[in-house]
């Protein structure tokens, strides 16, 4: 085993079902919004679900990050039927292609990328890629990630039509700037590449010191509507303090 550094920080894992999620620390765009502003470890743990809903709270940042040989220990006994890789961004870390051989070759796990589409990933050795598009006008997506997107939704494409691999798109809804209209021009990008990809909108988690709200529940409902004439696939996480249950239980590996 090499003895490399990863830039994974935290791992949770559901013994049920043998979903596992590794998160990766740094990124490659540089934005305004971002839910690691807040809450850096996962939300879905039962000491994170509510808290991140207290508008003054920020978790702390990670402290410590796994070997290639301590990540692979700590997998080494868990069944990974799929695995998700999160962010930040998992394609900046020097070791990912390490870690997704060590997944698909020694776990026979399914992989599934997080990633916003910055870089093109290493397809081979993926299964999934949930595709986060912040914005398509050019001029907010700079002034949102500090980044043109020519490059992304070109690599949007080429992943779509990549064999094998399945494609997600999701983007956040944050009233007022990354608003109604620019999430339907979203799904329409979307629908022009493949009307039938499935396409999730999240309701924008507010982040301290920044001016915009979360969207009610009945705005982000409506707004799913819309978007399902233009992508029926369309679903929607409502963002709502923490009362919609889990699909299942996690617990915090490291």
């Given at each position: 085993m090499k003895k490399i550094k990863t830039k994974v920080y935290h791992i949770t894992y559901s013994r049920d079902i043998g979903i596992c999620s590794l998160y990766f620390w740094g990124c490659n765009i540089r934005c305004r919004i971002c839910l690691l502003k807040k809450e850096a470890f996962d939300c879905h743990l039962p000491e994170n679900r509510l808290r991140i809903y207290d508008p003054d709270y920020r978790s702390p940042r990670p402290r410590r990050f796994l070997s290639l040989k301590e990540l692979c220990e700590r997998l080494s006994n868990l069944t990974l039927k799929t695995t998700f890789l999160m962010g930040a961004e998992p394609l900046c870390d020097t070791a990912l292609e390490d870690i997704l051989e060590y997944l698909k070759q020694q776990k026979r796990s399914h992989i599934s990328l997080l990633t916003n589409g910055f870089q093109l990933p290493p397809l081979a050795l993926l299964d999934e890629v949930i595709f986060s598009i912040k914005a398509v006008s050019p001029d907010l997506h700079r002034n949102y990630t500090g980044f043109d997107n020519a490059d992304i939704l070109k690599n949007f494409r080429t992943i779509n039509s990549a064999p094998g691999i399945r494609l997600y798109a999701e983007t956040v809804f944050i009233p007022d700037y990354v608003d109604e209209g620019e999430v339907l021009?979203?799904?329409?990008?979307?629908?022009?590449?493949?009307?039938?990809?499935?396409?999730?909108?999240?309701?924008?988690?507010?982040?301290?010191?920044?001016?915009?709200?979360?969207?009610?529940?009945?705005?982000?409902?409506?707004?799913?509507?819309?978007?399902?004439?233009?992508?029926?696939?369309?679903?929607?996480?409502?963002?709502?303090?923490?009362?919609?249950?889990?699909?299942?239980?996690?617990?915090?590996?490291?």
């Open positions: 021009k979203i799904a329409a990008f979307i629908a022009s590449v493949d009307r039938e990809l499935p396409f999730r909108i999240d309701a924008y988690l507010p982040i301290p010191g920044l001016p915009w709200r979360a969207p009610s529940v009945g705005e982000i409902e409506s707004l799913t509507e819309k978007a399902k004439e233009i992508l029926p696939r369309a679903t929607c996480f409502y963002g709502d303090q923490g009362r919609t249950p889990l699909a299942y239980d996690i617990e915090k590996i490291f």
